[in-house]
């Protein structure tokens, strides 16, 4: 993985492995743009720099092995490496103890390469007889917990039955659509749901902006505002996603937002607010941010990197 990283800088040539490891819609950096200096920034910068320790598993993730891996990469030794002066005290999902808001790319994989092993994934209950629960439900052309972690593209999709049934039950040509999906962790929907929808829609009132109807999607990822923008013709769409139980709390929520979201879109036109739970960004607060922020994605038209906030 470091050497990867190394060819990824130009630092050594690239293999035949090198360009499939990139994240969905990115591509390599122009080969022979070797810099003169490196600096790590982000949950491993640290750890490029930390001597090896006997406990190699201490952060849960392969983190320090990484950073040891790299420190003692032989074509990472052929540039000056500075040490960056602030860096995020956590990898991969702990980062999001600390991050509210990001944009950019959300990694996809083939399974062929990364196989997973023993991830956990918490679904929302079959039986949702709770009557505050949202009442529409409808599924993405996964059908098991295993098919939605090998198959993200599916994910992503949905049958003609349920894109009539989402046109037929929702609000046509919304100005926000606002929908609530599992992802890995049905806990994080328990848990923020309840407190963050209304604070939304009422933030969204006080912006006098109009939300359609909310519904439940099963097995959803964020690609799958794509399908559903495009059939009900949405200004902006919003998911409300279930993250990885992973470092910090098996409750983190996050909301993946898009103006005039389509299929096949950069992820670069996609805004995220992350780390909502108790322990983070509060339910109450984040619906009031996500309300501003869907505010400014009307007022310039557009969403993602292309969007200013002051």
Same mark, same amino acid.
């Given at each position: 993985?470091?050497? %990867?990283?190394?060819?990824?800088?130009? *630092?050594?040539?690239?293999?035949?492995?090198?360009?499939?490891? /990139?994240?969905?819609?990115?591509?390599?950096?122009?080969?022979?743009?070797?810099?003169?200096?490196?600096?790590?920034?982000?949950?491993?910068?640290?750890?490029?720099?930390?001597?090896?320790?006997?406990?190699?598993?201490?952060?849960? =993730? $392969?983190?320090?092995?990484?950073?040891?891996?790299?420190? @003692?990469?032989?074509?990472?030794?052929?540039?000056?490496?500075?040490?960056?002066?602030?860096?995020?005290?956590?990898?991969?999902?702990?980062?999001?103890?600390?991050?509210?808001?990001?944009? &950019?790319?959300?990694?996809?994989?083939?399974?062929?390469?990364?196989?997973?092993?023993?991830?956990?994934?918490?679904? $929302?209950?079959? =039986?949702?007889?709770?009557?505050?629960?949202?009442?529409?439900?409808?599924?993405?052309?996964?059908?098991?917990?295993?098919? /939605?972690?090998?198959?993200?593209?599916?994910?992503? %999709?949905?049958?003609?039955?349920?894109?009539?049934?989402?046109?037929?039950?929702?609000?046509?040509?919304?100005?926000?659509?606002?929908?609530?999906?599992? &992802?890995?962790?049905?806990?994080?929907? @328990?848990?923020?749901?309840?407190?963050?929808?209304?604070? *939304?829609?009422?933030? *969204?009132?006080?912006?006098?902006?109009?939300?359609?109807?909310?519904?439940?999607?099963? /097995?959803?990822?964020?690609?799958?505002?794509?399908?559903?923008?495009?059939?009900? &013709?949405?200004?902006?769409?919003?998911?409300?996603?279930?993250?990885?139980?992973?470092?910090?709390?098996?409750?983190?929520?996050?909301?993946? *937002?898009? /103006?005039?979201?389509?299929?096949?879109?950069?992820?670069?036109?996609?805004?995220?607010?992350?780390?909502?739970?108790?322990?983070?960004?509060?339910?109450?607060?984040?619906?009031?941010?996500?309300?501003?922020?869907?505010?400014?994605?009307?007022?310039?038209?557009?969403?993602?990197?292309?969007?200013?906030?002051?």
């Amino acid at each position: 993985m470091a050497h %990867q990283l190394a060819m990824a800088r130009s *630092l050594a040539p690239r293999d035949s492995l090198h360009a499939t490891l /990139y994240t969905t819609g990115c591509e390599p950096l122009p080969a022979g743009l070797s810099p003169g200096v490196i600096c790590f920034s982000g949950g491993v910068a640290d750890l490029v720099e930390t001597p090896r320790s006997a406990d190699p598993f201490r952060y849960g =993730d $392969v983190g320090p092995l990484l950073g040891a891996a790299i420190a @003692e990469d032989s074509a990472f030794r052929l540039v000056e490496r500075h040490r960056a002066a602030e860096t995020i005290a956590a990898t991969v999902v702990g980062a999001g103890i600390h991050t509210t808001e990001v944009s &950019g790319a959300t990694i996809e994989f083939a399974q062929s390469l990364l196989p997973l092993q023993n991830v956990p994934i918490i679904r $929302v209950p079959d =039986d949702r007889s709770d009557p505050d629960s949202l009442s529409e439900e409808i599924e993405t052309r996964c059908r098991t917990k295993d098919e /939605y972690l090998t198959r993200p593209d599916l994910g992503a %999709q949905f049958d003609d039955e349920a894109i009539a049934e989402v046109k037929q039950r929702c609000q046509p040509n919304p100005q926000v659509q606002v929908y609530v999906s599992d &992802g890995l962790s049905s806990t994080a929907v @328990e848990a923020n749901v309840r407190d963050l929808l209304p604070a *939304l829609l009422q933030g *969204l009132k006080l912006h006098g902006l109009t939300a359609g109807t909310p519904f439940f999607v099963k /097995y959803g990822r964020v690609r799958s505002m794509e399908p559903i923008s495009e059939a009900l &013709g949405a200004g902006v769409t919003c998911v409300l996603l279930g993250e990885h139980p992973g470092l910090a709390t098996p409750e983190s929520l996050s909301a993946y *937002l898009a /103006y005039q979201a389509r299929v096949g879109m950069p992820e670069s036109d996609r805004n995220c607010v992350s780390n909502i739970h108790r322990e983070g960004t509060s339910p109450l607060e984040a619906g009031a941010h996500i309300a501003d922020l869907i505010a400014e994605m009307f007022k310039q038209k557009t969403s993602g990197i292309n969007l200013k906030m002051g």
